[in-house]
């Protein structure tokens, strides 16, 4: 059965930081491509950071550019986002997504985790 399964999440102040975790099971994570998305009430999932199956390539959504940085260790089958200098605008319920393909910035993913909710205060 295929799982990921997001953690991490919380309340922080606004300058904190978070690091998330996405544990995969049940798929090939050594050649999936792997990326975080964000959803905030109201609004349309967002595209947050993407991961190829080596590592080798990243990729980042224009707002959170140089304050978060995504990685993976699939010796573990486990990718991380790290989140610095968090703003209020970052609250949101952050999901992770696996696909046999490469990055897209599109919520096209085969498959998703039940979501971490991440809460900056100001």
């Known amino acids: 059965q295929e799982q990921l399964v997001e953690s991490g999440g919380g309340l922080v102040q606004a300058g904190g930081s978070l690091r998330l975790t996405c544990v995969s099971s049940g798929r090939p994570f050594d050649s999936d491509a792997m990326a975080w998305f964000r959803q905030a009430p109201g609004k349309e999932r967002e595209f947050v950071a993407g991961?190829?199956?080596?590592?080798?390539?990243?990729y980042y959504g224009d707002s959170v550019k140089g304050r978060f940085t995504i990685s993976r260790e699939n010796a573990k089958n486990t990718v991380y986002l790290q989140m610095n200098s968090l703003k209020p605008e970052d609250t949101a319920v952050y999901y992770c997504?696996?696909?046999?393909?490469?990055?897209?910035?599109?919520?096209?993913?085969?498959?998703w985790g039940q979501g971490t909710q991440v809460t900056v205060s100001s």
């Open positions: 991961i190829s199956w080596s590592g080798r390539n990243t």
């Open positions: 997504a696996a696909r046999q393909s490469i990055v897209t910035t599109r919520p096209s993913y085969d498959a």
